[in-house]
């Protein structure tokens, strides 16, 4: 049974930046890739970006691509989402999601298995 845990979520001036952290356990971390989406109020669950089980594959959304990074640590059994010129459109609650039996990035939220119970990012303007 594979465990996420995100946080690092909070409230942001537009402009600013923020790095989302995704802690997992449970599984072989090292096997699978990890995709992160967001949901806004009223809104469909939606991809951000994704990292296959190496690190050397990554994905983005276009609405984050060129401000975006995502990474993982092995060591320490985490993915980070950082996000740079947070937009209020960016507000939203994030969630990682992990599935060990893929291993490359997915963009499709139904491809994940596991996800977390989500961080809210609140942008003002």
């Known amino acids: 049974q594979v465990q996420l845990v995100e946080s690092g979520g909070g409230l942001v001036q537009a402009g600013g930046s923020l790095r989302l952290s995704c802690a997992v356990s449970?599984?072989?971390?090292?096997?699978?890739?990890v995709g992160w989406f967001r949901q806004a109020p009223g809104k469909e669950r939606e991809f951000v970006a994704a990292?296959?089980?190496?690190?050397?594959?990554?994905d983005y959304a276009d609405s984050v691509k060129g401000r975006s990074t995502i990474s993982r640590d092995s060591a320490k059994n985490t993915v980070y989402l950082q996000i740079n010129s947070l937009k209020p459109e960016d507000t939203a609650v994030y969630y990682c999601?992990?599935?060990?039996?893929?291993?490359?990035?997915?963009?499709?939220?139904?491809?994940?298995?596991?996800w977390g119970q989500g961080t809210q990012v609140t942008v003002s303007s």
């Open positions: 990292i296959s089980w190496s690190g050397r594959t990554t």
């Open positions: 999601a992990a599935d060990d039996r893929l291993h490359f990035p997915a963009v499709l939220a139904a491809e994940y298995d596991y």
């Open positions: 449970g599984g072989t971390f090292s096997n699978y890739a």
